[in-house]
């Protein structure tokens, strides 16, 4: 049989290398794949994606550490979720997919099973926590020997992750603009880790999913382990061809179930290819590849084959996705995520966090009114909803927050909604600098339905109609960090 298993297989064997790293580093070198902050399902999949296929790559040619050795723990290359445990349950769309891949929410590795203390966590502050701790020393059983990161849909280290390893960066793969802080004059430079960096790609590409990028890059490798499979059905002896046949069957299931969670991922970024916005060549030469995968194999278990049913497929992945109606206001602004660390010509430092939300800004006003004991009238709802926007970027010391949402006019056309919140006060005109800069690229309009007066917090809050519903929060973000970087 082939060294590499099903992603399951493959996970379980992370995990306890992983703890044995810990336990006992004796030199090796640790390799994990991390994606960003906001840990949806294209960051999810496109880390399990590429540690699966890199370590594929690894084990079969036995290559081991820089010296040679044949050491599994030093191949092994671990995914890593972005977020704490507790929070891989408000990703509906995540949740249905993996039985697709047979697997459930427990076979994932997250971000306590790199802590000291899985218990502690850490702090949303990009260096210190509230003590004044480095969160660098949170990480130190693996900082203190041979650890290598690899970035998959980010290319800049921000957050408690990327402050504590961003010395430790090999490469990356990502989809968003680069911002030049993984260059390859500094991968280059880096010789602490004592890793050949030339192994590792440096690829930021205009794309619809960063998934359709690991499985471009990662083809050849995922087509020598299919074909070592293959190959074996060929064997002369009686014998041994039964066993290969049986090796191609079973290889043909984890193609099928891996290829299910790299389409999902593909399909729910590029709206089943249909958003021209977003989708590129590569995402749909990715589909093709990973279709016909589907396409050869079971739909999920060693049975009767069935035709793949790309648009159906879709439908159930977006549907999921879109059911947050049981997360609370706070999950919702938690589930999709991000946070940058910005430097103002000023000199001043501060941070900018930005979620997006798959409902209307009206739809989070009814679920705060829902959950405030306090707003007993309808026209207080925008206060209750704002108390707790203010809550949540107060506890993540953000110097501005801004939340992203979907909705459609009463023309039945699709818009977005921009809601932002400034509590730096040398930042007071943002929102008007924004309105005057962006407004033309975003198409932003005056939101009737939430007017800063009837906002009714402490800090400068102004809502957006954003008609130009091509731009997501990758193109929202750099408009908005440019303007306050200033």
């Known amino acids: 049989m082939s060294l590499m298993g099903s992603m399951r297989s493959f996970l379980s064997s992370a995990r306890t290398a992983l703890q044995q790293y810990r336990v006992a580093p004796d030199g090796d070198v640790v390799t994990l794949v991390i994606g960003n902050e906001s840990a949806d399902l294209d960051s999810i999949v496109s880390s399990l994606l590429y540690a699966y296929l890199k370590t594929a790559s690894l084990s079969s040619k036995r290559q081991g550490d820089l010296n040679g050795a044949s050491k599994p723990r030093s191949w092994m290359h671990i995914p890593v979720l972005n977020i704490p445990r507790a929070d891989v349950h408000i990703r509906p769309e995540l949740l249905k997919l993996l039985p697709r891949a047979n697997l459930e929410p427990e076979h994932l590795i997250t971000i306590e099973e790199l802590l000291d203390d ?215 602004m938690k589930k999709d995520y991000k946070e940058w660390s910005l430097a103002r010509n000023s000199g001043n430092e501060m941070k900018m966090g930005m979620s997006t939300i798959v409902k209307p800004l009206g739809w989070l006003r009814h679920k705060a009114h829902e959950e405030d004991a306090q707003a007993l009238f309808a026209d207080e709802t925008l206060r209750s909803l704002m108390g707790m926007v203010s809550q949540y970027a107060a506890q993540r010391e953000l110097a501005v927050y801004a939340i992203l949402t979907t909705k459609t006019s009463k023309y039945g056309r699709p818009r977005r909604e921009i809601l932002m919140l400034v509590r730096d006060p040398s930042l007071h005109n943002l929102t008007n600098s924004f309105e005057r800069q962006a407004g033309q690229a975003l198409g932003l309009e005056e939101h009737d339905e939430h007017d800063a007066h009837s906002m009714d917090v402490q800090h400068v809050a102004k809502a957006w109609i954003q008609s130009d519903v091509s731009k997501t929060r990758k193109q929202v973000a750099p408009l908005l960090k440019r303007i306050i970087e200033q």
């Open 118 to 332: 899985p218990s502690d966590t850490p702090s949303f502050k990009a260096k210190t926590t509230s003590s004044g701790e480095s969160n660098a020393s949170k990480y130190s059983t693996l900082q203190a020997h041979h650890t290598r990161i690899f970035f998959v849909d980010h290319n800049t280290p921000d957050g408690p992750l990327g402050s504590a390893f961003e010395d430790s960066i090999v490469g990356c793969i990502d989809h968003h603009e680069d911002e030049g802080r993984v260059s390859r004059h500094q991968l280059s430079s880096k010789g602490d880790v004592g890793i050949d960096r030339e192994a590792y790609p440096r690829i930021i590409t205009k794309c619809g999913s960063c998934t359709s990028l690991v499985v471009k890059h990662g083809r050849p490798s995922w087509d020598r382990l299919s074909e070592s499979a293959f190959a074996a059905a060929g064997a002369n002896s009686p014998k041994d061809a039964s066993d290969g046949v049986e090796e191609s069957a079973v290889r043909r299931t984890w193609d099928t179930q891996i290829a299910q969670l790299a389409l999902g991922s593909i399909l729910i970024d590029t709206h089943n290819l249909t958003d021209t916005s977003k989708t590129t060549e590569d995402d749909v030469d990715a589909v093709k590849y990973l279709e016909a995968k589907v396409g050869i194999g079971p739909s999920g278990g060693l049975g009767e084959k069935s035709v793949f049913d790309r648009k159906g497929f879709f439908k159930e992945i977006k549907a999921a996705k879109d059911d947050i109606a049981e997360l609370s206001v706070a999950d919702c």
